[in-house]
């Protein structure tokens, strides 16, 4: 079964939503969602996810999964809002749990936060499936990026978050706490290994210079040949070498510090203070 893919780009933070559902029925699941954040005010905004929200109503669709690829250091996500209106079960891979430590001690959460992965309603490992209605879905442990990330095989389609963009574009970064570009290497092969017509669908578009439009839908036969990072067989020590190069040169995502307070607890903000706000961190020289 061919799964129906709703796309939807966010051009404050580049960032491509799914919603991806069933050809005959009415299950869908949301990939990577989006909640506005305005830095300079510390105001959030439910505008992006509303778009998604109408759409499935107005679809007449029922939710059955929230799916994260990974914990995003470049934008919040909206999986409690989305859950609280159309419900669906939020889940991320299980190396969440590396995330939770590693940024427990960057912003020095303390034993209140939990880092057992208890904040999701799933933990997927490498090799599990779950269905959204009759289509099934395939997760793929991806770590490279980040340890976490995970690529959803639905149907026919790949959704593989961060860890590869367009052809013209190439391939995540790895410098964050935790990525490997070695590792992202190998997951990356994982992915070109499905069949060359597989479709795949990217979390990010920066629009590479050349390209007039944004695009976010590509196959793994045109991975496997154009992209500009690992296209045609490059060897491994070649894409390291030239990854690390390229990520000592990379300044931190504008949002990463909200973003990642944020998504490591499955999008809900940190516990409020006893005036009942609730307040990010900012480490001073630390990432």
Same mark, same amino acid.
């Given at each position: ?10 051009? /404050?933070?580049?960032? *491509?939503?799914? !919603?991806?559902? $069933?050809?005959?029925? &009415? @299950? ?5 969602? #989006? ?13 992006? /996810?509303?778009?998604? *929200?109408?759409? !499935?109503?107005? $679809?007449?669709?029922? &939710? @059955? ?5 990974? #914990? ?216």
């Amino acid at each position: 079964m061919k799964p129906t893919v709703k796309a939807f780009f966010d051009p /404050a933070t580049n960032t *491509v939503s799914y !919603i991806v559902r $069933e050809p005959q029925g &009415v @299950a869908c699941a949301i990939i990577d969602s #989006v909640l506005d954040y305005d830095q300079a005010a510390g105001r959030t905004d439910t505008t992006s /996810a509303d778009a998604i *929200v109408d759409f !499935i109503k107005a $679809e007449g669709l029922t &939710v @059955a999964w929230i799916l994260e690829s990974h #914990v995003h250091a470049d934008h919040l996500s909206a999986a409690p809002y989305l859950q609280d209106r159309l419900g669906g079960k939020i889940g991320i891979g299980d190396q969440i749990t590396v995330i939770q430590d590693t940024f427990g001690k960057v912003f020095n959460e303390g034993t209140a936060f939990q880092r057992d992965g208890s904040q999701f309603g799933a933990l997927f490992k490498d090799g599990d499936s779950i269905h959204i209605g009759q289509l099934r879905c395939d997760v793929m442990h991806t770590p490279g990026h980040t340890p976490a990330c995970l690529t959803y095989v639905i149907g026919g389609a790949a959704f593989v978050g961060d860890t590869l963009f367009m052809p013209d574009f190439g391939t995540a970064r790895c410098d964050f706490p935790g990525g490997s570009a070695t590792d992202l290497y190998q997951s990356i092969q994982k992915i070109l290994a499905l069949p060359d017509d597989t479709r795949v669908f990217v979390g990010h578009d920066y629009k590479a210079p050349g390209r007039d439009d944004f695009a976010w839908e590509t196959t793994i036969g045109e991975q496997k040949a154009l992209n500009v990072h690992i296209g045609e067989g490059r060897p491994m020590k070649e894409f390291v070498a030239m990854r690390t190069e390229r990520d000592a040169t990379l300044g931190m995502p504008r949002l990463i510090l909200p973003s990642i307070q944020t998504n490591m607890r499955a999008g809900n903000m940190p516990e409020p203070e006893d005036n009942g706000t609730s307040y990010f961190k900012v480490p001073v020289n630390t990432l």
